[in-house]
């Protein structure tokens, strides 16, 4: 009969009432859930909603995960320290500021774990409990119990605490007053400083029934010093619970012996007590004169944490959190007023040279230099924020375009001013981007990522200029958006292919290896250049992925050449700095070596100089663990870089790429065949080898050969092709030819304006 039954009376079904469970749980929470995927919220309760300052759940749902952070780099430390401990399946525990809606922040206990270890696209669920009440408490209580500990040390009289009459604790003053060295008197039983038994036991006898009843006894008690010599003392004391004296006592002694022998000359009494008087007024105005103190250093330090909140500490400039409230005064006043404002976001250019040829400390007070400018240029109502590293930005309140083209131009012509640092006289020139409210944006967020945007326009137009946003940008970025959620998905889509070029030794024209080169072929944006999606790739993340798909993509290959009699001596992958920063790229490449049955001295990994010389130290760490698996190391686009020689020595680097550049126009001048002569020799005497890119006509092979050069790759040598078309080429170019044979391997000898190294 269970077919008659109406819907709303059909049994409810197990997922259903699952749900309603789950949602039951979340509802009821006392802390804050939230499922994270994607770094965005895609499901949180009430109490979480709440604690973040939304009214409902729903508010938060497609929230970026990093706006619960007080600053991206804050968000990014989390990440660091959370993601290898929930990648092991473990559960990551964590106090953490955090910052609500309304940009205030406060202290969260974190809990996170990933969903499906195996899996983390799978997302994460995160609880959290505002805790910042009881960190106020612990401040407060931590602060009364050093005031105490300062009372306790630094009192002018003697402190003890007693426990059925034995010594638990008693300060310096009480020591020094009996005679007796730091902690000697621990754990005695007070008789030790009493003349006789029968002292000892008169002043318990009198004590007990005052201190049982919660009285304070107070009286005149007469100790004993180490050496013997009697101590007359004004003592008072009181049980710590009167309800329980087993808990024990506090006495307070103080060293009356003076004022009783003065007493006995009278007419020394007078004077006698009148200093005593002044000594208590002066310990009064000390301690008076003390509280004062605390309480302005208490007022200092309030302004100081104020300080650090909103300023940067090095130049002393406001800091994002400051300028996000400066920022959200000055759009409404804008929006009211129906007056203009503009952001300016600048970056310095090079900026990292200075840190890593001169060091941190001239790169620290050359951006306070810089600071000290900038806000000199400005009006006073104007707001210079540094965001960190070399990033500023500009709120200029008031400021219509021209408005701003003219502090621009300020700044520009202010850098060409140089700067003394030390014995170093520096120049160094902005990159600006220039936002206007409300065109290119109606909030800051907007605004100041408009500006971003027009700042990289000024870098790839030449750095030391400005650029205003126009759209024609913010497509770019659309396109830029674009290819990163296209990226997502393109290697479970196979639309990632390779494509291999040879590498020709000069002197005999064998084929001595090839480089995979990465293709994307996407069925609606068409080609995409590795020039606009590796980028992205590097960005997002992502690039580790793709890197481990090309490696063994590529080796996979080199194994099934191998088997088919055709043993390339080596395969050339490209590292990205994203992937040679990885802690474990020297075990991942061990285990696709192992995987593919590839000798690891068949396999050379090519590094740009930026990416060897970013940091050198950690750099030529993992070149070391690399080399001593058997991986050779090869310095792509040689000659472009930063290079500093004596680190370059340093380095396990088999072979120099000589950067197409300077190949392309051998042909054309004397200046890159000098180049490339003196590369040539540098590499000969650093015992390398040397690989020219680019290789397009005769006349650059052959100019190559006579300077010792010993290999080419470009299109003089053979196109990038798939593995496929390269069968029958492989077979026939397997022999060595002689010197004399100086056909091309490709017959296309015409330069293609489509280069590839």
Not at 166 to 173: G, Q, V
Not at 429 to 442: K, N
Not at 683 to 700: K, S, W
Request: glycine content about 6%.
């Amino acid at each position: 009969m269970s077919h008659l039954l109406s819907p709303a009376h059909r049994p409810t079904t197990s997922l259903e009432r699952a749900l309603r469970e789950q949602q039951t749980l979340l509802d009821s929470a006392g802390a804050g859930i939230a499922f994270i995927r994607k770094r965005q919220v895609v499901r949180c309760n009430l109490r979480y909603a709440e604690i973040f300052g939304y009214s409902t759940p729903e508010q938060l749902i497609g929230q970026r995960s990093e706006g619960f952070y007080p600053d991206l780099q804050a968000y990014r430390e989390l990440t660091r320290a959370a993601y290898p401990v929930v990648a092991a399946g473990d559960t990551f525990r964590t106090e953490r500021s955090m910052r609500r809606r309304d940009g205030s922040q406060f202290w969260g206990r974190l809990t996170g774990t990933l969903i499906n270890p195996q899996d983390s696209l799978e997302g994460s669920i995160w609880l959290i409990d505002d805790i910042d009440e009881q960190k106020a408490a612990q401040t407060q209580l931590h602060t009364a119990l050093w005031e105490k500990e300062v009372l306790f040390d630094s009192a002018m009289v003697g402190i003890v605490y007693l426990q059925n009459r034995t010594l638990t604790r008693c300060n310096r003053h009480f020591e020094q007053m009996l005679g007796y060295g730091p902690g000697e008197l621990q754990g005695s039983p007070s008789r030790r400083w009493y003349t006789s038994d029968a002292d000892w036991e008169e002043v318990g006898h009198r004590s007990a029934p005052v201190l049982s009843q919660g009285q304070s006894f107070q009286g005149e008690v007469t100790l004993a010093r180490r050496d013997g010599t009697p101590v007359v003392c004004d003592v008072r004391s009181k049980a710590i619970d009167p309800a329980n004296l087993a808990l024990g006592s506090i006495w307070i002694c103080m060293d009356i012996t003076e004022r009783r022998q003065a007493q006995a000359a009278l007419i020394k009494v007078h004077a006698e007590l009148e200093s005593l008087v002044a000594q208590r007024t002066q310990q009064l105005r000390e301690t008076v004169d003390s509280l004062h103190r605390e309480m302005n250093d208490r007022k200092a330090d309030q302004e100081r944490i104020y300080w650090l909140a909103h300023y940067d500490p090095l130049t002393g400039l406001p800091n994002r959190t400051l300028l996000a409230e400066r920022s959200i005064q000055a759009i409404e006043v804008a929006r009211q007023t129906q007056t203009p404002l503009s952001v300016i976001f600048l970056d310095l250019d090079h900026f990292k040279h200075v840190n890593d040829s001169l060091g941190h400390q001239v790169g620290d007070t050359l951006l306070v230099a810089i600071a000290r400018r900038l806000r000199a240029v400005v009006r006073d109502k104007d707001t210079v924020c540094r965001l960190g590293g070399d990033e500023f930005i500009l709120l200029l309140p008031g400021a219509n375009a021209k408005g701003a083209e003219r502090v621009a131009g300020k700044l520009l012509e202010a850098s060409r001013q140089h700067y003394q640092i030390d014995h170093h006289e520096l120049t160094i020139a902005p990159s600006m981007g220039i936002a206007v409210f409300p065109e290119d944006g109606d909030d800051f967020d907007s605004l100041s990522q408009s500006a971003d945007v027009a700042m990289y326009r000024a870098k790839l137009d030449g750095r030391n200029t400005y650029r205003f946003f126009t759209r024609e940008m913010q497509a770019h970025s659309v396109r830029a958006l674009q290819l990163e959620n296209a990226l997502r998905r393109a290697l479970e889509r196979q639309q990632f292919t390779l494509h291999y070029q040879p590498k020709v030794c000069i002197a005999t024209r064998q084929v001595l290896g090839m480089e995979a080169l990465l293709r994307w072929q996407h069925p609606e944006l068409g080609a995409v250049s590795p020039g606009e999606f590796i980028p992205i790739a590097e960005d997002s993340g992502q690039i580790l992925a793709i890197g481990e798909w090309v490696l063994r993509t590529a080796l996979t290959q080199m194994r099934d050449w191998h088997a088919q009699g055709l043993a390339l001596p080596s395969m050339s992958v490209n590292l990205s700095a994203v992937q040679f920063r990885e802690p474990r790229l020297p075990e991942l490449i061990t285990r696709i070596l192992e995987e593919t049955g590839v000798p690891p001295g068949a396999l050379e990994l090519e590094l740009t100089e930026g990416v060897a010389m970013e940091d050198p130290r950690s750099a030529i760490a993992t070149m070391r663990e690399l080399h001593a698996r058997g991986v050779r190391l090869s310095i792509d686009d040689f000659g472009t870089g930063y290079s500093s020689l004596s680190q370059l020595k340093q380095f396990p680097v088999s072979t120099l790429k000589i950067d197409q550049s300077f190949v392309r126009d051998l042909d054309n001048g004397p200046s890159d065949k000098a180049i490339v002569s003196a590369i040539i020799r540098m590499a000969q005497a650093l015992g390398m080898q040397t690989v020219a890119e680019g290789v397009e006509t005769r006349g650059q092979f052959d100019f190559l050969h006579a300077q010792g050069c010993h290999q080419a790759q470009g299109y003089y040598c053979g196109h990038p092709q798939p593995a496929p078309q390269l069968q029958t080429l492989l077979q026939a170019l397997h022999k060595p030819q002689t010197p004399q044979s100086r056909t091309p391997i490709d017959a296309t000898e015409a330069p293609c304006r489509d280069r590839e190294r």
